[in-house]
């Protein structure tokens, strides 16, 4: 802020950016968290406002509140709205826009009381001063303490700085501040100087920045220096399973599965993205490619979250609501809020990451070209960005996509969260994809749903399309702003606008003659038949020459439902029936041909609907003795559950309890 003009409350005008100005005041009450942070600030000339951080909340604080009474605050180029209730607030929406020292911090105390007596603060006060702040864990004072003593001390003095470098590579350590305990910790050693404690620090900073082969180096160093110490040989076990994931990607999803539970989804692994590489695509910007040939259910990608926050909630919440910066519409889910302002926290605290997460697509917000940059040492963090990235890129997802399968099989609901993962935020959307994504805990695990060549992109699904075309071309405009041209979408658009509409009035009345049967009672033989009269007309509506090889997924819903009804009426034939019409609507056209199975995923859709049709079938075909096809739909069906659920952990506990 040093080439900037102070500026008085008086004299800001409303909806207005004071560009080049600050102004500076103390706060005079508690702060008033909700997902915005409210104050009352007063300046030396006794004018108060009332001041509104948009980005903060409590929990991510490192050291208590934010903005504790008798803070002093320095807001650059600072921001007076007009509020709907008629009230006037200086808003602060990006972080690097408001500078605090904290009322309530010891050290800040101490230096305004060596400051008032007009005395010089020493280096050796300011490192205690340091010490203090660390031990009441008031790690950010700490950090600016132990700055000042290192800027303050004589040039001579190399073990003095080494000293203070080592207690604020500890200090960014447990703040969270990787790059820079890492830089610290090795500043603090030398020729002559070498300490194991330093490497152990630069270590598990190099952990947490993903630098494993770096972070095992440093545990190297330290285990040398000092071979008796344990904790240095299992940091080092840890660093190599890492970074035998990184090279090879074998996982223990075994163990991985075991550990996530309500308290803990968030898992110790490193991602594994050898089998794809970014390119640009013709038509969808950029897109994710195979590195080489993979097969049907190998492994794609396997990624940590950036941020995922543990908040799984069932429907929208009212408590959070956040309004999205630049739009008129609301994110009201509550792990959307908080997905938001971890975002802002990470970017904030650690800005070698700000660089990957620019990059990604923001949709049509407009870049001023200096989101990631660093100024006056603070990383500027574009809030409006990071909502428009986080909009165009996040996904929903379980704890566990194995327990989101067993409740989709017991018909109940799974809560979910939503969560950022920056390589498969390259991932664009096919209603026809190649891969499948699943989630354990924080790992994304993407595998192949088929075949796929070298150099082939890479497509999952946004969100399943079991709508018409109509519905999911408007769907994905409002969304995301494309017109999705996959193989489905740039046939069906073929088929005129009147057809769309006589299929979509059809479902419309197949639904309402669903619903007139009450939940959990027997449905009338009479409505069966009904229905699948009514199926057969929506099916006479899909023309031969574009449907023919193609998914129809308007008859999805319909014959899942007529799938189900013959199957809770023991009729074995029908079941078959409707079994392989799901399958045949999701597009394996001719699943069995000559008395055999034969699937074709580069056609057909692998979702928890089709793994169910086979799982109908493999029972049905039992039921009337032709063993050798049911073993094979049950195959078929397991390697789907893999796909599913992002590997084979719990197969056999779900094949049992299905039977
Ligand atoms: C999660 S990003 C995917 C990566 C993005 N293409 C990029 O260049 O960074 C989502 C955006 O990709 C584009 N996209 C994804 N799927 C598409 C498709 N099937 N057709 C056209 N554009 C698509 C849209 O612009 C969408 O908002």
Redo the contacts with the bound molecule.
Sequence with gaps: MVDQFQISLVDLKVETHHRGCFLTAKTITPPYQSTEVVTIIEEENGNVAQLVLGFQDDSLSISGPILPVNSTVAIKEPYCKFTSKGDYVIRVDHPSDIAVLRGDDPAVVLIMQFVAEGKEVTAMQWKSAGDKAYLEKNYASAIECYTQAIDSSSPGNLAFKQDVHRKRAFANLTAKFFTAAKDDALASCSEDVIDEKAYYCAGRAAYELGDYTKSKEFFENASKLNPKDSRYKKELKRANSRIKEQEEGMYDFDSMIASVNEQNVHLDHADWTKNTMIKS?L?????LFAARDIEAGELVLCEKALCLPNRYDGEEGSDLIMYNLNTTSKTQRPAQTALFLQLVQKLYNNPHLNKSFFD??G?SYIRSGKEGSVVDGVPIVDTFLVEAIRL??CFSCPRLSLELLKARLAETDTELSTGLWRRA??????CVPNCSRAFIGDMMVIRATCNIPSGTELVHQYSSPDEDFIARREFFQSH???????RLCATEIQSPEAMHQKRRELVAKIKVEVLKSPVNTRIPGATIKHIERLTKKLEDLHEASIYASLPRLFLVHPTVWLAEQYRSLRNPSKTLKYAFEVLRNFGFVHAVREGRLELDYEKGIVNSESFNALRYAAEAYLAVGKVELSSSCEAEARRMFAVLTGCNVGVEEVFAWLE
Excluded at 425 to 430: G, K
Excluded at 480 to 486: A, L, M, T, Y
């Design positions: 695509t038509t969808r910007g950029r897109g990604l697509d949709g165009t890129n935020a390259y991932l664009n959307h096919s995301w702003g494309f017109e999705c041209d996959c």
